[in-house]
């Protein structure tokens, strides 16, 4: 039962160009939503999250948007960097619990 | 402090040993999860502490594994009678519990390896 979804495993984005990263989610009892960056060998780090009762967070070149209707969320970035090159992972928190999609890994080029 | 750390970064193991990761918060973060993460998959959720108390446990988490965190600080995941099946990277995650929408803080994970 895979309740948060990232159906694209990779994107590639010239750099200085936008990058769009999209999540989407099953359950409406999720009460915030964040965005995680991964490296190779390193532990998820923290980008951005989303209150349920928000459509738009932004922090410097990152912007989360978030549609309750269709349950679905993208991470913008503006603009995009080499080193933005990684793999994103959403999450939805409910309860304790965060449940995280598969991923997408963003190849930013130089 | 210098954020959530693991050990060991690595473990390699036979089939039907037992095995013991541990993880050391952010001080002061009484909130610490487990996560198991596979190729190709986000990390999924194992089990959850407040301070000294397993509030959430996953139903993935069979019986051969079980997890402490005895005085609310460090925490060990032991498992036991390895299976290849149990070969990812355990991750562990620590929040301070302040506010609604708090951020987890992860370590850099110990990659398992069965044989």
């Known amino acids: 039962d895979q309740q948060v979804k990232q159906n694209s495993p990779s994107l590639s984005v010239q750099e200085g160009r936008i990058s769009i990263l999209n999540c989407d989610y099953t359950?409406?009892?999720?009460?915030?939503f964040l965005w995680y960056k991964k490296y190779p060998a390193e532990g998820p780090t923290f980008l951005i999250s989303?209150?349920?009762?928000?459509d738009k967070n932004e922090d410097g070149r990152f912007t989360v948007f978030l549609n309750k209707s269709a349950k679905h969320l993208s991470l913008h970035i503006v603009p995009s960097q080499p080193g933005d090159s990684a793999v994103y992972f959403c999450?939805?928190?409910?309860?304790?619990?965060?449940?995280f999609g598969t991923g997408t890994r963003l190849k930013v080029l130089a | 402090d210098t954020g959530v750390s693991q050990d060991p970064r690595h473990k390699i193991t036979k089939r039907g040993q037992n095995v013991t990761f541990r993880c050391d918060p952010i001080?002061?973060?009484?909130?610490l999860y487990w996560y198991r993460q596979t190729l190709g998959q986000g990390p999924e959720f194992l089990t959850y502490?407040?301070?000294?108390?397993?509030?959430?446990k996953s139903r993935l988490l069979s019986d051969r594994f079980s997890a402490e965190r005895p005085k609310g600080s460090f925490s060990t995941l032991e498992i036991q009678r390895t299976e290849q099946g149990d070969s990812a990277m355990y991750l562990c995650?620590?929040?301070?519990?302040?506010?609604?929408?708090?951020?987890?803080?992860f370590g850099p994970g110990t990659r398992l390896l069965v044989l």
């Open positions: 001080s002061e973060h009484n909130r």
């Open positions: 989303i209150s349920s009762i928000k």
């Open positions: 502490f407040q301070n000294e108390a397993q509030l959430e």
């Open positions: 359950n409406s009892m999720f009460d915030y």
């Open positions: 999450a939805a928190h409910r309860t304790y619990k965060y449940i």
């Open positions: 995650a620590s929040s301070s519990g302040q506010n609604p929408q708090e951020t987890q803080y």
